[in-house]
């Protein structure tokens, strides 16, 4: 259907579903379209570089900025998956270790939420379990905005952390264990069927920072959903806490959101399992597995699925994983899209 016909929009469902098609659509002859220009005025630039209009130094910046332009769209074309254009919903556990693996966890929420503002990103903090003296136990974030699930599947598994310790008085070199569990935040465009019966609630207080901010009223809900595992073929259970809005009915409502986004996921689980099965030349992804380690002292953060490594930790912990992300999904990209 045209999006010009007087009756587009009389299905809104349908005229969405159309309008994303088209947007998609847009997104990639743009994107060809940057390409294109970068080539031509890469041509030109060589042209005036013979005739000495412009410096070598000049061409050889026209030369990286057109594979840089090339390379970004090769990079979207690794995210073909009905599910990697949506967004992410990123779960952070820590892991044994007490406080240490706790400041490790919030140093990763950090790390996250610092990326998705430098990529313009809307993030929101549905959930957090403060740590007992520093750090978090767990936190949920949502990160909404095209794409951001397709390159945050690359953060699913277990961040390891090897420091000297702020907190071990003998200034001990300690490692620390943090789960990263990544889902894509499902959106109208996709229908998910949750069994009634296997569903309850709990209600109790969000905790406040005290004074005229302690919740008085129980707005928190902590969902219960007992199913049988798509992946496993067992009886299964998710439980899900949401804190963030200061009604039960917006806590709930997001939380029936993230449920219906995990059960998703192990919808997609299950097909790469059944994929794998067929392609089994493909290099196997461990998604439960550690992925990358973090080493402060050795200057050093290295993936152990691509190899790809930095001595720039810091840049790192700011949110600057885009360079890892590009080396997963340049690996791991067609495997890991249905």
Same mark, same amino acid.
């Given at each position: 259907?045209?999006?010009?016909?007087?009756?587009?929009?009389?299905?809104?469902?349908?005229?969405?579903?159309?309008?994303?098609?088209?947007?998609?659509?847009?997104?990639?002859?743009?994107?060809?379209?940057?390409?294109?220009?970068?080539?031509?005025?890469?041509?030109?630039?060589?042209?005036?570089?013979?005739?000495?209009?412009?410096?070598?130094?000049?061409?050889?910046?026209?030369?990286?900025?057109?594979?840089?332009?090339?390379?970004?769209?090769?990079?979207?074309?690794?995210?073909?998956?009905?599910?990697?254009?949506?967004?992410?919903?990123?779960?952070?556990?820590?892991?044994?270790?007490?406080?240490?693996?706790?400041?490790?966890?919030?140093?990763?929420?950090?790390?996250?939420?610092?990326?998705?503002?430098?990529?313009?990103?809307?993030?929101?903090?549905?959930?957090?379990?403060?740590?007992?003296?520093?750090?978090?136990?767990?936190?949920?974030?949502?990160?909404?905005?095209?794409?951001?699930?397709?390159?945050?599947?690359?953060?699913?598994?277990?961040?390891?952390?090897?420091?000297?310790?702020?907190?071990?008085?003998?200034?001990?070199?300690? @490692? %620390?264990?943090?789960?990263?569990?990544?889902?894509?935040? $499902? !959106? *109208?465009? +996709?229908?998910?069927?949750?069994?009634?019966? &296997?569903?309850?609630?709990?209600?109790?207080?969000?905790?406040?920072?005290?004074?005229?901010?302690?919740?008085?009223?129980?707005?928190?809900?902590?969902?219960?959903?007992?199913?049988?595992?798509?992946?496993?073929?067992?009886?299964?259970?998710?439980?899900?806490?949401?804190?963030?809005?200061?009604?039960?009915?917006?806590?709930?409502?997001?939380?029936?959101?993230?449920?219906?986004?995990?059960?998703?996921?192990?919808?997609?689980?299950?097909?790469?399992?059944?994929?794998?099965?067929?392609?089994?030349?493909?290099?196997?992804?461990?998604?439960?597995?550690?992925?990358?380690?973090?080493?402060?002292?050795?200057?050093?953060?290295?993936?152990?699925?691509?190899?790809?490594? @930095? %001595?720039?930790?810091?840049?790192?912990?700011?949110?600057? $994983? !885009? *360079?890892? +992300?590009?080396?997963?999904?340049?690996?791991? &990209?067609?495997?890991?899209?249905?």
């Amino acid at each position: 259907m045209h999006t010009q016909a007087p009756n587009f929009w009389e299905n809104q469902q349908t005229a969405e579903e159309q309008m994303r098609k088209v947007k998609e659509i847009k997104r990639w002859m743009d994107g060809f379209a940057t390409v294109e220009e970068a080539v031509e005025e890469l041509n030109l630039g060589y042209e005036f570089c013979k005739e000495g209009a412009i410096s070598e130094e000049e061409l050889d910046a026209l030369y990286a900025h057109t594979i840089e332009t090339l390379e970004a769209l090769e990079l979207k074309n690794m995210l073909q998956g009905e599910e990697d254009k949506l967004g992410a919903a990123v779960k952070i556990v820590s892991g044994a270790g007490g406080t240490e693996a706790q400041d490790w966890a919030q140093m990763l929420m950090r790390l996250y939420l610092r990326w998705a503002e430098a990529h313009h990103y809307k993030s929101e903090i549905t959930h957090q379990l403060n740590g007992d003296e520093a750090g978090i136990k767990t936190v949920t974030i949502q990160i909404e905005g095209d794409f951001a699930y397709g390159y945050l599947k690359s953060e699913n598994g277990v961040h390891r952390l090897v420091r000297v310790s702020p907190f071990n008085a003998q200034g001990k070199r300690m @490692t %620390s264990f943090t789960s990263v569990f990544v889902t894509p935040l $499902i !959106d *109208d465009s +996709i229908e998910i069927e949750i069994n009634n019966v &296997g569903l309850s609630w709990d209600t109790f207080r969000s905790s406040g920072a005290g004074g005229q901010n302690v919740n008085k009223v129980e707005t928190g809900v902590r969902l219960h959903y007992r199913f049988k595992n798509p992946v496993t073929g067992a009886d299964d259970e998710i439980v899900i806490e949401n804190t963030e809005s200061r009604s039960q009915l917006g806590n709930k409502e997001n939380a029936l959101r993230l449920l219906k986004s995990q059960l998703y996921e192990l919808e997609l689980e299950k097909r790469r399992i059944e994929t794998a099965k067929v392609e089994a030349g493909k290099k196997k992804i461990e998604w439960g597995s550690q992925i990358r380690s973090y080493v402060f002292d050795d200057r050093r953060v290295k993936d152990h699925r691509t190899g790809y490594q @930095t %001595s720039n930790v810091q840049a790192v912990m700011d949110g600057n $994983i !885009d *360079d890892f +992300i590009k080396a997963f999904l340049m690996t791991f &990209g067609q495997a890991t899209s249905i």
